[in-house]
């Protein structure tokens, strides 16, 4: 999680104390990442955290930049498995092995209900990380799928399956490009999963209209657009906007000594979501915007309290296919 002093543009990436030194300065800062110790038949269940919390590795400097679709997903899949756990040892708990929390607020599916009931239900995750919201929903009567970029990430769902034997099959694919049949589900959500990741949003959201049967549902929590206004600092700081809220410019880390992306972030605003919605056959129900809850200390990345009480974090979008 970021430090107080942690002001870059990611309005995602959740850094680690003290790895980051990033200067509020818009673009090409240095930022310490992560080595890459991923083998993918390397280790399994407990040993999996061992390198969580590694800061040693490229330095990365950040910027403002197009980036299309295959430059997305060649950096954020590796990143994602470099990061996976890092990401896991950090959040895990808070998550839950078979949790389903929406954002960082900690807002439930279990409080929201923003899927409807999923007894009975075909459910597919999209970007599911180590599919613990896919569990919960197993738990609840559904049959959930996971799916995602990084292989790393679903590594840490099988571990997840043996700890808590509840199973919860999984691919790793892209959000672009889904590997299921048409008419397949009745659901498909995404927990700051794979939508803010990818570049082409209107095939993604394509895809998910294929998958999706007749009248099914579709719900999907994001970074919330305004948040791009402002530096990823969880302190007051943060609280001082600095971006044009309207510029779409992906959010892009370049690998110092390759030149060669290594992460991206894309951004949207409400009302492009909303566009993008109707013109693909949706009827928003929903667009949840979760207030800091009383007595939430915890801060994952620009998320805290000094910042939650005053403007949204997270924005949950429900919408029904026609
Ligand atoms: C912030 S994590 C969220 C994971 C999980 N939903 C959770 O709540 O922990 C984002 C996930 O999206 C995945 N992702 C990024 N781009 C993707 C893509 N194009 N298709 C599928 N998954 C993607 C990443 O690998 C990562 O696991």
Redesign the pocket.
């Known amino acids: 999680m970021a430090p107080s002093n942690c002001r870059d543009l990611a309005p ?1 990436r959740a850094r680690t104390p003290g790895a980051y030194p990033v200067e509020v300065d818009q673009a090409i800062t240095p930022v310490a990442r992560p080595e890459a110790p991923i083998d993918p038949f390397g280790p399994t269940g407990s040993d999996l955290s061992s390198d969580a919390g590694s800061s040693n590795g490229p330095i990365v400097r950040a910027e403002r930049r197009t980036v299309s679709e295959a430059e ?2 060649r950096a ?2 590796p ?3 470099r990061y ?1 756990d890092e ?2 040892a950090t ?1 895990g708990p808070f ?1 839950g092995e078979a949790g389903f ?1 929406w954002g960082p607020e900690g807002l439930t599916e279990a409080d929201l209900g923003v899927l409807g009931d999923v007894t009975g239900k075909d459910v597919l ?9 896919s569990r919960w929903v197993n738990t609840q009567g559904g049959r959930a799928y996971g ?4 292989g790393r ?1 679903l590594q840490h769902s099988r571990r997840l399956d043996e700890q808590t034997g509840v199973v919860v099959p999984a691919v790793q ?4 490009d889904l590997p299921f049949a048409d008419d397949s589900f009745d659901v498909v959500f ?5 939508l803010q ?2 570049s082409d949003i209107e095939h ?1 959201v394509a895809e998910t209209v294929r998958v999706l049967r007749p009248g099914g549902r579709f719900a999907f929590s994001i970074t919330h657009p305004t948040r791009w206004m402002f530096p990823d600092d969880p302190g007051a700081e943060g609280l001082i906007a600095a971006q044009s809220y309207w510029d779409r410019t992906p959010y892009v880390e370049v690998d110092d000594e390759t030149g060669e992306v290594s992460y991206v972030e894309h951004h949207r605003t409400l009302g492009d979501w909303v566009t993008i919605l109707a013109r693909a056959g949706f009827r928003i129900t929903d667009l949840v915007e979760p207030e800091w809850p009383e007595g939430h200390e915890r801060i994952w990345g620009g998320w805290s309290r000094t910042r939650g009480l005053l403007t949204p974090g997270t924005a949950i979008f429900g919408a029904n296919l026609a």
């Not at 999209?126 to 919201?133: D, K, M, T, V």
């Not at 694919?173 to 672009?176: D, G, L, N, Q």
């Open positions: 995602f997305s997903r954020n899949g990143d994602w498995d996976a990401y896991q959040h998550l929390v995750e999209l970007g599911s990380g180590a599919c613990q919201c799916l995602d970029l990084s990430q694919a892209t959000a672009t995404c927990s700051f999963g794979a990741f990818v993604a």
